[in-house]
């Protein structure tokens, strides 16, 4: 079996999904896989650093501008990078770069293998040359039962993929310890993290927050921050994750539908924090309401405030949830389990 494993990284910037590619590839390479990772022409030299500490970054310019119809070049281009490498697995997160990743298959004679993961809680796209490039597909990642079940709601898609898994997300483990009770002078802390966005929903919390008998911190990038009482900002953070223990309760109001945690959501459960989330993606998949945290419909701000509020004011609910949350993503969510999944999958197309 092959253990050479090449990545097409479809943004140009760092992020969230780069952050994701990153530490799967590193926990890859430790268990002996070699890693590779194709990047778009022009990306910034976050990426080229990042990438490069854990394996071989080649820019080959992979296009999929769809007017094109047949990226044959890029294809080609990818086709000798995975031949000159060994590789017989390409693996693709991003649904224009299947097209990319499926030509170079054909031009290997069907020797390359192809793993795509479906990131989004959004239908596919039923065209003859779609239904084409998904019959190409070795093994469809889906990081939710509910981006799936989306995924598949257009009729004579699922019977074209081979292989259908769902893995759910995970972040690295941190040391945690438990919180105990404490005598506070003040308010208790919740957390935003992620990015600012009106889809994240953090915005309109913000102006509910005069209800909350809580200090809302925000960690991230993105849309300007209103200056509102109780409201902090703490910019970007390079190292959330090690903060992550200092406040008391994790918050991800988010109004669209989110396909697999949100990460920020896995990253509070890892660090033993219960979670306030909205309930309209897969997130009732990760945070089991009334034990973990508190789900609340999207977009019913009422319904937000009166559970941030029953947390803070009730320290014994606050630390069970807390160290339910720690226990479900032991047991459950651990990067471990994420990281075993990702590696069967590359077994079975082999």
Same mark, same amino acid.
């Given at each position: 079996?092959?253990?050479?494993?090449?990545?097409?990284?479809?943004?140009?910037?760092w992020?969230?999904?780069?952050?994701?590619?990153?530490?799967?590839?590193?926990?890859?390479?430790?268990?002996?896989?070699?890693?590779?990772?194709?990047?778009?022409?022009?990306?910034?030299?976050?990426?080229?650093?990042r990438?490069?500490?854990?394996g071989e970054?080649?820019?080959?310019?992979?296009?999929?501008?769809?007017?094109?119809?047949?990226?044959?070049?890029?294809?080609?281009?990818?086709?000798?990078?995975?031949? $000159?490498?060994g590789?017989?697995?390409?693996?693709?997160?991003?649904?224009?770069?299947?097209?990319?990743?499926?030509?170079?298959?054909?031009?290997?004679? $069907?020797?390359?293998?192809?793993?795509?993961?479906?990131?989004?809680?959004?239908?596919?796209?039923?065209?003859?040359y779609?239904?084409?490039?998904?019959?190409?597909?070795?093994?469809?990642?889906?990081?939710?039962?509910?981006?799936?079940?989306?995924?598949?709601?257009?009729?004579?898609?699922?019977?074209?993929?081979?292989?259908?898994?769902?893995?759910?997300?995970?972040?690295?483990?941190?040391?945690?310890?438990?919180?105990?009770?404490?005598k506070?002078?003040?308010?208790? $802390?919740?957390?935003?993290h992620?990015?600012?966005?009106?889809?994240?929903?953090?915005?309109?919390?913000?102006?509910?927050?005069?209800?909350?008998?809580?200090?809302?911190?925000?960690?991230?990038?993105?849309?300007?921050?209103?200056?509102?009482?109780?409201?902090?900002?703490?910019?970007?953070?390079?190292?959330?994750?090690?903060?992550?223990?200092?406040?008391?309760?994790?918050?991800?109001?988010?109004?669209?539908?989110?396909?697999?945690?949100?990460?920020?959501?896995?990253?509070?459960?890892?660090?033993?924090?219960?979670?306030?989330?909205?309930?309209?993606?897969?997130?009732?998949?990760?945070?089991?309401?009334?034990?973990?945290g508190?789900?609340?419909?999207?977009?019913?701000?009422?319904?937000?405030?009166?559970?941030?509020?029953?947390?803070a004011?009730?320290?014994?609910?606050?630390l069970?949830?807390?160290?339910?949350?720690?226990?479900?993503?032991?047991?459950?969510?651990?990067?471990?389990?994420?990281?075993?999944?990702?590696?069967?999958?590359?077994?079975?197309?082999?």
């Open positions: 079996m092959t253990r050479k494993i090449i990545y097409i990284i479809a943004s140009r910037s992020g969230g999904g780069e952050e994701y590619i990153y530490r799967l590839g590193n926990a890859l390479r430790e268990r002996g896989y070699e890693m590779a990772f194709v990047l778009q022409n022009k990306s910034n030299a976050t990426l080229k650093e990438f490069s500490e854990i970054v080649k820019e080959i310019g992979v296009s999929n501008n769809l007017l094109k119809l047949l990226p044959l070049i890029s294809a080609w281009r990818l086709y000798r990078f995975a031949k $000159k490498q590789t017989t697995v390409i693996h693709v997160n991003a649904k224009l770069d299947y097209f990319v990743a499926v030509w170079a298959k054909i031009f290997s004679h $069907k020797r390359l293998r192809i793993v795509a993961t479906n990131h989004l809680v959004k239908r596919a796209k039923r065209s003859l779609r239904l084409w490039i998904y019959s190409h597909i070795d093994a469809l990642i889906n990081v939710s039962e509910c981006a799936k079940e989306e995924f598949f709601k257009i009729e004579g898609v699922r019977e074209r993929f081979k292989n259908v898994y769902v893995i759910k997300n995970s972040v690295p483990e941190l040391p945690c310890e438990r919180k105990e009770k404490e506070r002078e003040s308010k208790i $802390k919740v957390l935003y992620g990015r600012i966005h009106p889809e994240k929903g953090i915005l309109d919390l913000i102006k509910h927050w005069d209800k909350v008998n809580a200090t809302l911190y925000i960690a991230g990038t993105g849309n300007k921050i209103p200056e509102t009482e109780n409201v902090v900002n703490l910019g970007f953070c390079q190292n959330v994750r090690e903060i992550l223990r200092k406040f008391d309760i994790s918050v991800a109001p988010s109004i669209v539908k989110e396909s697999g945690g949100p990460l920020s959501v896995i990253e509070a459960m890892a660090s033993g924090l219960p979670v306030v989330a909205s309930d309209n993606g897969c997130q009732k998949e990760y945070v089991r309401d009334g034990i973990d508190i789900l609340c419909q999207a977009g019913n701000w009422d319904a937000f405030v009166t559970a941030i509020n029953r947390l004011e009730d320290e014994e609910l606050r069970r949830m807390g160290e339910n949350s720690r226990h479900h993503y032991e047991n459950e969510l651990s990067f471990d389990k994420f990281v075993n999944g990702i590696e069967m999958v590359y077994e079975k197309c082999q």
